[in-house]
């Protein structure tokens, strides 16, 4: 597939309205995209979870606009964003952005307005990044649209199963093209985004569905966040991918990412969990450690995330538990366990971690089967 495959060639406008909703997940990367080139096409191949309960609920409502009103210059688009019920300025550049990246893939974008109406089921000021799921959304709607306005197009062109498979990765395309993560919420459980030579059908330009034996460990594989602070991230992550050009480690970096994938495959496929911990943590440190030895220089953690990881580390020595911590581009922990320990690290988490999150706020997530389409 390249970006050509992707542009939307003749599509029908008579449609006059319409609504479209979809509701999609958060993931959590276990090797991380950090860096990226040109048109958000990522340094480095990265796999993720995708979450199941931690998710974006969008709903466009899409009505013709009146033909001499759509002059083909910026800023043309036509759209309002309401967030939680209540009309929200501060989303419209992002929104903005990404329909000018989009427009050549949807050619239609300036022919409707959109009225977008988006919430999350997790809480706005959380420090969870809500982009992924948030672009996913948006570019699944955006997506059911095109179909609506192109139904004869697809019908005679593909069969209803490669229709689906070019849904699902223009739908992962455009979200790449929003918010580089958002690419891998469209499905589940695990994706791949990036091209890596252990895994074919791998891409730069969306993620694709981890189609390898997945033991059965990793069945219902639980997250849970801990909010240690759920305030601003100190650096926004397009500002974090830009330390990665000149970075000395860099190069080193992004060969270790493909390194580490290969290896998580293997793994995945054993369900060897010692050697699936490895991998993880020390993905998350190193994500941080390149925070820290970029110029300017960061560090995301606070000291509570380290009394986290210290914990989590004396539990395990303690127990023989399969517990391990990953982190994002912040303070917040991803404490990954096994379903079948559900009961006794959610207890070990209640008497020994959520001391360390604000407000005690912690929210209990698992492994998740990716977006879904709601009837309106
Ligand atoms: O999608 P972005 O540009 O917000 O970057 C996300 C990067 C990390 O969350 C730190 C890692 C990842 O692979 O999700």
């Excluded at 009394?307 to 581009?329: G, Q």
Aim: proline share 3%; hydrophobic share 35%.
């Amino acid at each position: 597939m390249t970006e050509q495959d992707f542009i939307l060639k003749s599509y029908n406008s008579n449609i006059e309205s319409g609504s479209v909703k979809w509701e999609s997940p958060s993931n959590i990367a276990l090797v991380k995209y950090w860096g990226k080139k040109d048109h958000q096409i990522p340094e480095n191949p990265s796999i993720s979870f995708t979450l199941s309960d931690c998710k974006t609920i969008t709903e466009i409502t899409f009505t013709k606009r009146d033909p001499s009103a759509v002059l083909k210059v910026t800023p043309s688009f036509d759209f309002d964003v309401y967030f939680e019920g209540k009309k929200n300025e501060a989303f419209k550049p992002k929104i903005q952005t990404f329909f000018e990246r989009i427009e050549t893939y949807m050619p239609f974008l300036r022919d409707y307005h959109f009225k977008i109406e988006t919430s999350n089921t997790f809480p706005h000021s959380s420090g969870i990044a809500s982009s992924a799921s948030g672009m996913s959304a948006i570019a699944l709607c955006l997506m059911s649209i095109e179909r609506l306005l192109s139904t004869d197009v697809i019908s005679t062109e593909r069969s209803m199963s490669d229709e689906k498979s070019h849904f699902n990765q223009k739908a992962s395309f455009l979200a790449r093209l929003g918010s580089g993560s958002a690419c891998r919420s469209i499905e589940g459980e695990l994706v791949v985004w990036g091209k890596n030579e252990s895994i074919a059908e791998s891409s730069d330009l969306y993620g694709v569905k981890f189609e390898g034996d997945v033991h059965s460990n990793f069945n219902n594989y639980q997250d849970t966040i801990l909010l240690v602070d759920k305030g601003e991230k100190q650096v926004s992550s397009t500002v974090g991918h830009q330390l990665m050009y000149g970075h000395p480690f860099a190069q080193e970096r992004f060969k270790q990412a493909h390194e580490n994938l290969a290896q998580l495959k293997t793994i995945l496929a054993s369900g060897d969990l010692d050697e699936f911990i490895k991998i993880v943590e020390n993905e998350a440190l190193t994500l941080h450690a390149m925070m820290m030895t970029s110029m300017p220089y960061f560090i995301l953690m606070k000291p509570n995330t380290l009394e986290i990881i210290n914990k989590i580390w004396a539990y395990r020595e303690k127990t023989d538990s399969k517990v391990c911590f990953t982190l994002d581009a912040g303070a917040n922990v991803h404490v990954l366990y096994p379903q079948k320990e559900q009961d006794s690290v959610l207890e070990f988490i209640k008497n020994e971690l959520i001391r360390y999150c604000q407000n005690e706020h912690y929210i209990c997530d698992q492994i998740g089967k990716g977006a879904l389409q709601i009837n309106s």
